[in-house]
């Protein structure tokens, strides 16, 4: 009785939730143009798309925009959490502090903010204003990520590298960095699906030249919702569920090989 | 000196992508055109198409963060208790659709709730009378409630699973009933989960435009709405600014709450 | 009769057999202790008996009432748990006072019990401190106040002073006969801590591999124990290959000892403990061994030396230091000589390889 009940409850979630993304992935591959009636199966708006170079470029853009910037964020991140952790104790919570206002703060306020400073000084809105606003919202995560790995690190080994006469460097990539590569990697990860999912932050600083799959769709769903836009959306979700898949089976493998050496 | 200069790079991110920013948007906000010194912009917040804005945005992002409280606790005690095959990957299913692009999920609303969308049509089919909430606030919560219940669940989960098997059994042991257990143990010990979970589906509701215009066809205006509509058409922004500082004291309300409840961190997202 | 009986109790998890037809009768006002290796079943026997887990096949019976499928909260039974699990969010009054709010008791009497709890663990006026100020060591004992404020039956203590450090552990110890003796009430204790074991108990039930090994005093246990495994566990020991010649002669490394067990037929291969404080060291021809000593550490009180004497290296303790390369020689006096019988079925096999 209780566990149907509890079978039930986590069916309706899910039916909630996969719903509407089924749904999507059904009609993408429907011949006819409205959702009103199944007229065939086709492929037809998955070519469409591909040769949809409005749609390309916005692929092409949120890639390399979240390539980009979790990649330069990655970089700042686990650099700054090595100059955080030798910094006094008051000093980092303040530092830690700051990291987490673009976290909490709404994207909106983030977004015009620094639309706002752009055009202040003078800078006009282009890829690189986009660039720039998403490296900054990226680095929290990047260290929040990596910040407790570095915690958690034996400081002992760091020094007993020392001991044994490898410099700083050497040191520090080889003793330090594959201690904190989970949170390395993580931390990119994080930063780059935020990338891919930000529309508010993007929306404000792009330029008008400049769209990214968020501010398509959201131009697009205006002027009325194509197809295209579906097979647009079944391929990203069958992307990151790939993606999620293999990460996690790593994860576990890695988890595994941890176990069985306890 | 020495390793400290290595956050060289990051303090230049936090002064330039943050606190520049945060300064300009409120040296906006207290200005007027001219770049005169005004409260104007934000006394507008209570004229009465503005208050409007704001007391609807608020009251539609706390149903919408109520609603996924009560879905997501439960959703975290049976995730928790759950031997249903491995429980990570059950935690993946109800996670998996925060990871897609909000806009497309917000999309497939639309898309689901038309007047002559899929719902509709399959009520129709069995004979059911339609169903009309696109264009209203109700499909705004529905939306704000599928785009951020994945945001709850999380936290909420992460909380739960931290708690210590042995204390729940330790009450169990004193003689506490599973309705005492919840009560007295497994709430109190969840709130920083609770906390950032109401945090993270509070602030997004509260401040966002895109499912307002989305699933609300421009008839329903939340003070996103507003804000937004001062850059992009009516172009005040001052007025803009103004109000998003508004919006941000409502912002820093909440991290407040986050702080007080929330010292070690715990409940990230990641 | 007894307060307390497992009948019969099997449980396996995923498979493995963590306990077989495990069977043990548990008195009144006994201070009994389940010890072994981890592994060997006796955490699970303590959650069987608090309710959290149920057997697969057996009964528990409560002064003859069956309760095996009444749930924890139900049981006149309270745990100590190995690691505290005092409640975080509440304060050190509220966690003692826990079971008694639940149980509906008045404030005064919430009260007043509470501050006696204390006093019982010595820990006077902690009412308002918080969880994280305290010390481990003062966690356990919370832990215990908050069990032992319900008026149990039964204290299940599942390796409470595993997490302590030594000298703490020792108080600790103390304190728990004294608290036993000042209740009046049964405690069932499970560690695999022999010392433990051996100081605290009325009775000790070694267990390995889900089966009772042996079941005893401290002092049978340690003195006359029944199988290998029980004396490797139990203490150091020197476990030999021996023959029982006949009646009251055992041959061990070709020399005859005289011992004082008989009924073992002759010509019959056996095992032989003998503790290493009980091998008395002499000058070479004065004992039945003649060996050297291969190496000598002191311990505190004594010294331990390894003697090679007839193919076998002996584990002996003296007070007498005898240098390293020493000739000497080794003698045992019949009353000390432990023999048992060689494991017979593979069952008794594996359990005798264990540790």
Redesign the interface.
């Known amino acids: 009785m209780k566990k149907t009940f509890k079978g039930i409850y986590l069916a309706i979630i899910i039916l909630f939730l996969y719903m509407p993304i089924v749904t999507l992935m059904v009609l993408s591959f429907n011949e006819g143009k409205t959702m009103n009636a199944w007229v065939g199966f086709s492929l037809k708006w998955y070519k469409e798309m591909f040769e949809n170079r409005i749609i390309m470029e916005a692929l092409t853009n949120t890639l390399t925009i979240a390539f980009w910037a979790a990649t330069v964020a990655t970089i700042v991140g686990v650099t700054a959490c090595i100059g955080l952790n030798a910094m006094k104790e008051k000093h980092r919570s303040v530092f830690m502090g700051l990291n987490n206002i673009p976290l909490l703060n709404a994207d909106i306020v983030t977004g015009i903010s620094l639309m706002l400073s752009f055009l202040l000084f003078g800078i006009s809105l282009n890829y690189g204003t986009v660039l720039f606003a998403h490296i900054t919202f990226c680095i929290p995560y990047v260290i929040l990520s990596v910040m407790p790995k570095f915690r958690q690190l034996e400081n002992h080994t760091y020094e007993a590298a020392l001991d044994l006469g490898a410099s700083p460097a050497y040191a520090f990539f080889k003793v330090v960095l594959p201690d904190i590569m989970p949170g390395i990697i993580s931390g990119f990860l994080l930063s780059f699906t935020m990338s891919v999912d930000d529309f508010v932050i993007t929306h404000f600083t792009r330029g008008v030249g400049i769209n990214t799959i968020s501010t398509l769709i959201y131009s697009q769903v205006r002027v009325g919702i194509r197809p295209t836009l579906y097979a647009l959306s079944t391929i990203i979700f069958v992307a990151v569920l790939i993606v999620l898949i293999i990460v996690n089976v790593i994860s576990n493998k890695k988890e595994e090989t941890r176990h069985e050496k306890n | 000196m020495s390793k400290k200069i290595f956050s060289g790079p990051f303090l230049l991110f936090i002064i330039c992508g943050t606190i520049v920013p945060l300064g300009v948007i409120t040296f906006y906000g207290i200005t007027d055109r001219s770049g005169a010194f005004t409260l104007e912009n934000i006394t507008a917040i209570t004229t009465g198409e503005h208050m409007e804005a704001l007391l609807l945005a608020l009251g539609l992002a706390l149903i919408s963060t109520v609603i996924c409280l009560v879905i997501a606790f439960p959703l975290g005690l049976i995730l928790k208790d759950s031997k249903l095959g491995k429980k990570g990957f059950m935690v993946f299913i109800f996670i998996l659709p925060m990871w897609m692009n909000f806009l497309l999920r917000t999309m497939a609303w639309q898309v689901l709730l038309e007047r002559n969308g899929i719902i509709n049509q399959v009520l129709g089919l069995i004979g059911l009378p339609d169903l009309n909430i696109i264009n209203t606030p109700t499909a705004v919560v529905l939306g704000m409630v599928y785009d951020y219940l994945p945001f709850m669940i999380l936290p909420i989960y992460n909380a739960l699973i931290k708690i210590d098997k042995n204390v729940i059994e330790a009450a169990y042991d004193l003689g506490a009933g599973y309705r005492q257990v919840l009560q007295k143990i497994i709430i109190p010990l969840s709130v920083p989960g609770i906390v950032s979970g109401v945090t993270m589906v509070f602030v997004p509701s509260l401040t966002t435009f895109a499912v307002s215009n989305m699933l609300g066809g421009g008839k329903v205006n939340l003070i996103g709405n507003i804000i937004e509509q001062e850059f992009t058409a009516s172009s005040n922004w001052n007025l803009g600014a103004g109000l998003s500082l508004v919006m941000m004291i409502f912002i820093v309300i909440s991290m407040a709450f986050i702080e007080k409840f929330d010292r070690n961190g715990e409940g990230n997202i990641i | 009769m007894a307060l307390i009986e497992l009948l019969d109790i099997s449980k396996s998890f995923e498979g493995e057999t963590v306990l077989d037809e495990f069977n043990l009768k548990i008195k009144e006002n006994e201070f009994i202790t389940l010890l072994g290796p981890s592994g060997c079943g006796k955490t699970t026997t303590l959650r069987i008996l608090?309710?959290?887990e149920t057997p697969d096949t057996g009964k528990v019976l409560f002064q003859g009432q069956d309760i095996t499928n009444l749930?924890?909260?139900?049981r006149q039974?309270?745990?100590v748990?190995?690691?505290?699990?005092?409640?975080?969010?509440m304060n050190i009054a509220d966690n003692i006072a826990?079971?008694l709010k639940?149980?509906g008791k008045s404030k005064e009497y919430i009260k007043d019990k509470v501050k006696y709890a204390l006093k019982l663990v010595n820990l006077n006026g902690y009412e308002k401190r918080s969880v994280d100020s305290l010390s481990g060591g003062q966690q356990q004992r919370i832990?215990i106040a908050?069990?032992i404020v319900?008026e149990p039956r039964v204290l299940l203590l599942d390796e409470p002073l595993g997490a302590l450090d030594l000298k703490l552990r020792q108080e600790m110890q103390y304190e728990l006969i004294r608290l036993k003796n000042e209740l009046g009430i049964t405690f069932l204790y499970v560690t695999h801590d022999q010392e433990e074991a051996l100081t605290m108990s009325d009775k000790v039930v070694v267990m390995n591999q889900g089966y009772i090994q042996q079941m005893g005093t401290p002092e049978e246990i340690y003195n006359e124990p029944e199988n290998a495994f029980v004396a490797a566990f139990i203490g150091d020991s020197n476990i030999i290959d021996g023959i029982m010649m006949e009646d009251r002669m055992v041959k061990i490394c070709g020399q005859v000892f005289p011992c004082i067990d008989e009924g073992f037929g002759k010509k019959k291969p056996v095992d032989v403990v003998i503790r290493p404080e009980d091998i008395i060291i002499g000058k070479p021809g004065s004992g039945i061994l003649d060996g050297v000593v291969t190496s000598n550490v002191f311990i505190g009180v004594h010294y331990e030396m390894c003697i090679e004497a007839g193919g076998f290296e002996w584990l002996a303790q003296n007070t007498v230091s005898y240098p390293v390369g020493t000739a000497v020689s080794i003698d045992v006096a019949p009353e000390n000589i432990q023999i048992m019988n060689k494991p017979q079925s593979e069952d008794e096999e594996a359990l005798a390889l264990d540790e």
């Open positions: 608090g309710g959290f749930a924890p909260n139900k039974i309270n745990t748990f190995q690691k505290y699990a005092l409640f975080p969010n826990f079971g639940i149980s832990a908050r069990a319900n």
